[in-house]
């Protein structure tokens, strides 16, 4: 059976082939490997526009087709349901579809298995079969039509280097386009259920409600669900814990940064600096453990033995072990970009009588700022975004409190909360957790233009 993947696997062969066609074409216009000086560029650049046109054509296709595949086979199988069937609503309507996905991949359905059901799925798998090999026969199709004709105009007069090199910009053009368009795809996915959430509960009271209960009553008799909505103490617990973990990660990777760079010598930098990259690689499900049964448990030993009251879960535990597991982002971003500061700048401060350690303070950390407000931000970022540690460490109690003996939560733990489990996104309750992304959209936008205005006021000074 035709797949898409045996397709694309054709298309990459075929790519190649088309690479050395054409590269064999633009020596063979130019009277042989002893006169390949006639062509206007290198024979290489022959062979990799022939590639392009080769590629770039029936790429388009089968991501287009991969793109709206599902869809269009979907509605060509449920034009050809029942009419009992079509006719019903749409949540059952589309459970029907899911039954019919379902099954055609292999795996369980949520009712039983009719016969109308069972031509649905044979005709689901039909069109899909018919589609893979239409998909196949387009896209080598294309392919080879781009083949033959890239081939055809290879000259010695063609400018190959210009037209692929035009052809590399337009590419990396269409990145950085897909990659905004991306960007505002989100943006705008997760402020268009933001905005329902605010049509049934206030902006005030989410911004500046002082309880998060958003547990919603399903029943006029259910009680122990007040579906309060006020943010302030998920956002509080979220700083709090984000805030412990600066408070070690950036004092412990700057220090570790510059002894690395400025005060170790090559063998312990070629060893120390791998070593503390691995507590990058951890998983933070381990930390999270690590969290949960090691250091919480001291912490309230330790607060108990001097009179303290705190609870098993802490904010404290949870920012110590994430800002132990935030240090890298610190100390090797920071470590690269003092070890970049060109050394003729220590030289003239050495020059002028500096010590190492006033070299570092007044030239060297001033020169390397902007990488190192970078990992700073990238480190809070990481901080703000964690959450099986803050999970297992910290709880899932949103308790308004500065304390970091207590149990809180944060932004990302109520999110994961909210959309656990079959949820419809037309309650509140649910709704909340697009409304929090936003929120948290908006807090890491704010740290970004505030680094931003940081690193320019002081490029100003030291420039």
């Known amino acids: 059976m035709i797949s898409p993947s045996n397709t694309l696997i054709a298309l990459v062969l075929l790519t190649a ?26 024979p290489v650049y022959y062979g990799m526009l022939t590639a392009m046109w080769c590629a770039l054509p029936a790429l388009l296709i089968y991501a287009g087709w991969q793109a709206f595949e599902s869809y269009i086979i979907t509605q060509l199988v449920v034009a050809d349901l029942p009419v009992t069937m079509r006719d019903l609503s749409a949540a059952q309507l589309s459970l029907v579809v899911n039954d019919i996905k379902n099954m ?10 009719g016969p109308e059901l069972k031509a649905a799925v044979a005709h689901y798998l039909q069109l899909r079969g018919i589609g893979n ?69 206030s902006v005030t009271e989410f911004l500046f409600g002082l309880k998060w209960s958003p547990q919603m009553a399903i029943r006029a008799d259910q009680v122990g669900s007040s579906g309060a909505f006020g943010a302030v103490p998920v956002v509080l617990g979220t700083l709090l814990i984000a805030g412990i973990a600066m408070a070690v ?24 600096k791998p070593l503390m990259e691995i507590l990058a690689g951890v998983p933070t499900v381990v930390y999270g453990f690590f969290a ?52 003729s700048l220590r030289d003239g401060a050495y020059g002028l009588g500096a010590t190492p350690s006033e070299t570092i303070r007044q ?33 899932l109690t949103a308790n308004l409190t500065a304390n970091p003996f207590k149990a809180v939560t944060t932004v990302t733990v109520q999110i994961v909360t909210l959309l656990v489990g079959d949820q419809e996104f037309d309650s509140p309750k649910t709704l909340a957790a697009f409304a929090l992304g936003l929120l948290l959209f908006v807090i890491t936008l704010g740290l970004n233009i505030i680094a931003l205005q940081v690193v320019r006021r002081y490029r100003e000074q030291y420039e």
Request: proline share 3%; net charge positive.
């Open 17 to 42: 082939l088309a690479h050395y066609l054409g590269l064999r074409r633009a020596v063979a216009a130019a009277g042989g490997h002893a006169h390949v000086q006639k062509l206007h560029s290198r």
């Open 104 to 113: 055609a991949g292999g795996t369980i359905v949520s009712g039983d298995v």
């Open 133 to 201: 090999a239409a998909l196949a026969a387009v896209v080598m199709g294309v392919a080879v039509i781009g083949l033959v004709g890239a081939r055809a105009r290879i000259s010695t007069r063609m400018r190959a280097r210009n037209k692929m090199e035009r052809l590399i910009l337009w590419l990396l053009a269409a990145c950085s386009t897909i990659a905004v368009f991306t960007t505002v795809g989100i943006v705008l996915s997760v402020l268009y259920e933001a905005i329902r959430f605010f049509q049934a509960v």
């Open 249 to 272: 990660a950036v004092p412990i990777g700057l220090m570790a940064a510059i002894y690395m760079s400025e005060y170790a010598g090559s063998r312990f930098r070629a060893v120390a």
């Open 292 to 343: 949960a049964l090691v250091v919480a448990p001291f912490i309230r030993a330790a607060g108990q033995a001097i009179g303290l009251d705190v609870a098993s879960e802490s904010a404290l535990a949870a920012g110590l072990v994430m800002g132990i597991m935030i240090i890298p982002f610190v100390s090797s971003l920071s470590d690269d970009m003092i070890t970049a500061v060109p050394q």
């Open 363 to 395: 030239v060297v950390l001033p020169a390397a700022l902007p990488g190192i407000v970078g990992g700073i931000l990238l480190a809070v970022s990481r901080a703000i975004g964690e959450t099986m540690i803050v999970v297992m460490a910290a709880g």
